[in-house]
């Protein structure tokens, strides 16, 4: 069980995977569930629009559309980007084919099996320590 600090108010608390506590936790949901209403009733607002009529902050829309809660096309005037290649994308921090690559990689990794170096004269073992001991 690890503890830490919330990113957003600095209080301790039990981390469950999670940045946030759960007080702002419940307080990011609520701002969501605004937003959420907002976008629904105004198709096409723009992510300025949408902070200044809900009074959540821009960074925390943007939050919203990283963490999948929200997609690209539900808000006009921003653009989400790849964090790798740059490329435009509807969700997330990784286009498809940035993702890919690291899962091709990833799947390679887990595959090989790694080789242990082969330097015999450079490992001790506790056996061979206690045997030079003894003469």
Same mark, same amino acid.
């Given at each position: 069980?690890?503890?830490?600090?919330?990113?957003?108010?600095?209080?301790?608390?039990?981390?469950?995977?999670?940045?946030?506590?759960?007080?702002?936790?419940?307080?990011?949901?609520?701002?969501?569930?605004?937003?959420?209403?907002?976008?629904?009733?105004?198709?096409?607002?723009?992510?300025?629009?949408?902070?200044?009529? @809900?009074?959540?902050?821009?960074?925390?829309?943007?939050?919203?559309?990283?963490?999948?809660?929200?997609?690209?096309?539900?808000?006009?005037?921003?653009e989400l980007r790849?964090?790798?290649?740059?490329?435009?994308?509807? @969700?997330?921090?990784?286009?498809?084919?940035?993702?890919?690559?690291?899962?091709?990689?990833?799947?390679?990794?887990?595959?090989?099996?790694?080789?242990?170096?082969?330097?015999?004269?450079?490992?001790?073992? @506790?056996?061979?320590?206690?045997k030079k001991g003894?003469?």
């Open positions: 069980m690890d503890i830490r600090n919330c990113s957003e108010c600095g209080r301790v608390f039990v981390d469950r995977g999670n940045e946030l506590c759960p007080r702002c936790v419940e307080e990011e949901d609520r701002q969501f569930e605004v937003v959420r209403r907002y976008v629904e009733a105004h198709a096409n607002a723009s992510v300025d629009e949408v902070s200044e009529e @809900t009074k959540v902050p821009k960074e925390r829309i943007v939050r919203f559309l990283r963490l999948g809660r929200l997609v690209q096309g539900s808000v006009s005037g921003f790849c964090d790798v290649c740059g490329s435009v994308i509807e @969700t997330g921090r990784v286009c498809r084919k940035c993702k890919e690559g690291f899962d091709r990689v990833a799947q390679d990794l887990t595959r090989k099996p790694l080789e242990p170096e082969k330097r015999g004269f450079e490992r001790m073992h @506790t056996y061979d320590s206690i003894q003469k």
